[in-house]
Nanobody, 125 residues
């Protein structure tokens, strides 16, 4: 059973930085896609970034140049380094995984199967 546990959320002023972590376990496949999503109150969930087991990353236009997704291997945490945070980045952030998907299949529109419980990020002025 895949389990994903997020941490690292918190409150920060606009322009500041935070790093989110997601500890994965239960991966039974060496090929996979992982991603970060967020959902603000009253808004739909949106994909923020994805990375596959080969290290290829994709980003939403709204975070390009500010956020970096990274992971060394399936046994290591998934990270989301968030810099130059804006008020509109305030949301619950979720880690997600989909085994046996990588390459061009690993993108912001992929239907992810496994989800973490979320960690709150609040950006204030």
């Amino acid at each position: 059973e895949v389990q994903l546990v997020e941490s690292g959320g918190g409150s920060v002023q606009a322009g500041g930085s935070l790093r989110l972590s997601c500890a994965p376990s239960g991966f039974t496949h060496s090929t996979y896609c992982m991603g970060w999503f967020r959902q603000a109150p009253g808004k739909e969930r949106e994909a923020v970034a994805t990375i596959d087991s080969h290290g290829v990353a994709t980003y939403a236009d709204s975070v390009k140049g500010r956020f970096t997704i990274s992971q060394d291997s399936a046994k290591n945490p998934l990270y989301l380094q968030m810099n130059s945070l804006k008020l509109e980045d305030t949301a619950m952030y979720y880690c997600a995984a989909r085994l046996a998907y990588s390459g061009s299949w690993c993108n912001l529109k992929l239907n992810f199967a496994d989800w973490g419980q979320g960690t709150q990020v609040t950006v204030s002025s």
